[in-house]
T-cell receptor, first 116, second 114 residues
């Protein structure tokens, strides 16, 4: 069964450093997403991406965050200058688009980001 | 996004059916009802979705009230692997929002007792 893969599974970074989280969405999917989940809290939407541009973003997704699809297979989330409060599990997801009502999103296993 | 209300937690005995309720009294006529679950230390996983009619798939059944103000996710025989947080989410149809974003609440934590 096709799946969304994320790397690394765990990243530790120092406060103020830049991090890039990587995702390989399912190959025929056209919509891509990043979500985050702070430990013990709910899953929060960050950003959605379609046709090489951001289609929607939440208030969390400020100027410190950016997304890119650099090569047609990878989808990345960059945090420019990490803060302690960026520590969370980050989930990438992808979904098909089209006229079908089936809008199931497939999630990766997540990258645990720890900012120290 | 329209709100949903779910119990914080539920317990079930292994191999017994589980009925997970969700209230969505402010649902609009075009909102789809989606269920996802999150197993421990994993990403969310799609379970099932529906609009008006009851739905069945290999994982579960979804029973939707006639007025659509509530729905129930039914696991026919709970296994230990079904222990997870279950989220009931209302979504715009694709032709309305276009981006298929999901807004998760706190969900129901299901504990399965051996």
């Amino acid at each position: 069964e096709p799946e969304v893969t994320q790397t690394p599974s765990h990243q530790v970074t120092q406060m103020g450093q830049e991090v890039i989280l990587r995702c390989v969405p399912i190959s025929n999917h056209l919509y891509f997403y990043w979500y985050r989940q702070i430990l013990g809290q709910k899953v929060e939407f960050l950003v959605s991406f379609y046709n090489n541009e951001i289609s929607e973003k939440s208030e969390i997704f400020d100027d410190q965050f950016s997304v890119e699809r650099p090569d047609g297979s990878n989808f990345t989330l960059k945090i420019r200058s990490t803060k302690l409060e960026d520590s969370a599990m980050y989930f990438c997801a992808s979904s098909e688009t089209g006229p079908s009502e089936s809008t199931e999103a497939f999630f990766g296993q997540g990258t645990r980001l720890t900012v120290v | 996004d329209a709100k949903t209300t779910q119990p914080n937690s539920m317990e079930s005995n292994e191999e017994e059916p589980v009925h997970l309720p969700c209230n969505h009294s402010t649902i609009s006529g075009t909102d789809y009802i989606h269920w996802y679950r999150q197993l421990p230390s994993q990403g969310p996983e799609y379970v099932i979705h529906g609009l008006t009619s009851n739905v069945n798939n290999r994982m579960a059944s979804l029973a939707i009230a006639e007025d659509r103000k509530s729905s129930t996710l039914i696991l026919h025989r709970a296994t230990l692997r079904d222990a997870a947080v279950y989220y009931c989410i209302l979504r715009d149809p694709p032709w309305v929002s276009g981006a298929n974003n999901l807004f998760f609440g706190t969900g129901t934590r299901l504990t399965v007792i051996p």
